[in-house]
DNA sequence: AAAAAAAGGTGATATATATCATATAAATAA
DNA sequence: TTATTTATATGATATATATCACCTTTTTTT
């Protein structure tokens, strides 16, 4: 029998139905477990910068992390959000390079990290977990072929209601037929998933809200009228 | 003794030194010739469309292929050109999802055909060849990255001369002190490149031009000054 | 609680670039 | 060759959005 000194083991873990390990034979969750480490980290704090060696994965068990660049003009581009279950650092550590953007915490979290060698280990001794990170990969590819198109061919404000509808479906919660979206973020945050400057950002909400799209509570935001937003992102599906 | 029916084996290829498949072990070599398919392609001519099932993947023996996404705009936003060496396709085929882009041949090309199961055992007989795969599906997520910043950050003057700089260094050729681009594009694929208006294109190309920073000759474009698109581009190296 | 800092909001303005129109040049077809 | 289509070029114009300035509100620190 292992032991499990680093909190909560895999086997147990609640968020790993979510993750790349959901399917891990028990044998390998174990031994993963056992040279996990699982922290606890406070909004703001850094998990990773771009640039620097990635030393193991993190997989997180919960809270929220953003992941972005920062381009050459100071601002910040964020790639995507990150939430339970997701792994991050592991395209860094395939790719053998550096990673390509940093982590920061955005939600209170707890992410377990995994070192180099055994997450490898795991890939090499299991070629269908390895072809289940590799689809993960391709899967990303995709995602953002779709984001550079979505950039160079849309306007700032399709791009934000498009934003909007998908943090109502990653972080949305019904309500009076309403969809709030459970997830604070700084105007300039939003400015950095959409790409464009924070008034810009301020103004288009502003609209939007004056077009009964969106209602603003506090920091949050409250969707109104989803085919609304659809109809202005030029995303009908 | 195998039989190789399909014109050059993959043994005596050319372009394999170039490719993913440049340190596979002779058997598994032997064994893709065996399976693949050589064909030749005319400029115009289609790949695959987005939205297909991937059979199989490409790998470029010869020629130019440009790799994009239609906008729902009904413009074309070219992901990337790939080469010799290039492997097109593995990213769906891995991601088991539908083409996300197209690929239209733009300079005649031969490129070879393996069909799914082939490449996927040996993929997954090969955990080297699994892994160098996934390096490279890892480095093209960076890439990307830092594509979606820049199109999100930079201004279309800056990616233009970003993008001749790269062209330069894919298929440039060394003349007189300067760089010939040695690969005819529209001003529409340049701007579907940049990710913007044909019109911009032809205007910034003739401002570039009368600034001396480059020199058109018939359809190729001559980089005159590569420090100054370096600058002009924002991007320091 | 007071002070300081950060975030949100709004107006004024500048400008890069998209769009539309039209002309010329080049490539392709008849 | 001539005719037709397509690509390149350039001007005029519109406009979305970046930038700057300033104010208010909220949050954080002392």
Redesign the pocket.
């Known amino acids: 029998m292992s032991s499990h000194p680093h909190n909560t083991p895999c086997e147990l873990c609640s968020s790993r139905k979510f993750s790349l390990f959901s399917d891990l034979p028990e044998a390998q969750i174990c031994n993963i477990s056992d040279h996990k480490n699982l922290i606890s980290h406070r909004k703001g704090q850094i998990l990773y910068y771009e640039g620097t060696k990635p030393l193991g994965i993190f997989c997180i068990n919960s809270g929220v992390v953003k992941i972005y660049k920062t381009a050459s003009?100071g601002?910040e581009q964020i790639i995507h959000l990150a939430q339970r279950g997701d792994f991050l650092g592991y395209a860094a550590l395939l790719g053998e390079e550096n990673y390509s953007n940093s982590a920061m915490i955005l939600e209170d979290a707890k992410i377990c990290f995994v070192p180099k060698e055994v997450f490898i280990n795991s890939l090499l001794h299991n070629p269908q977990f390895f072809r289940r990170v590799a689809k993960s990969l391709s899967h990303e590819i995709g995602v953002m072929e779709g984001k550079l198109t979505d950039a160079t061919q849309k306007?700032?404000?399709?791009?934000l209601a498009y934003v909007l509808l998908q943090l109502g479906n990653s972080y949305g919660v019904e309500g009076g037929g309403n969809q709030k979206i459970d997830l604070i973020?700084?105007?300039?945050?939003i400015?950095g998933i959409v790409?464009?400057?924070?008034?810009?950002v301020?103004?288009?909400?502003?609209e939007f809200k004056k077009d009964n799209l969106i209602e603003?509570e506090?920091?949050k935001i409250i969707i109104k009228d989803r085919r609304g937003l659809a109809r202005l992102s030029d995303f009908y599906a």
Chains 1, 2 share one sequence.
């Open positions: 003009n601002k306007s700032i404000r399709e791009r973020l700084s105007r300039e945050e400015a790409g464009t400057a924070t008034e810009s301020i103004r288009l909400l502003s603003l506090g920091k």
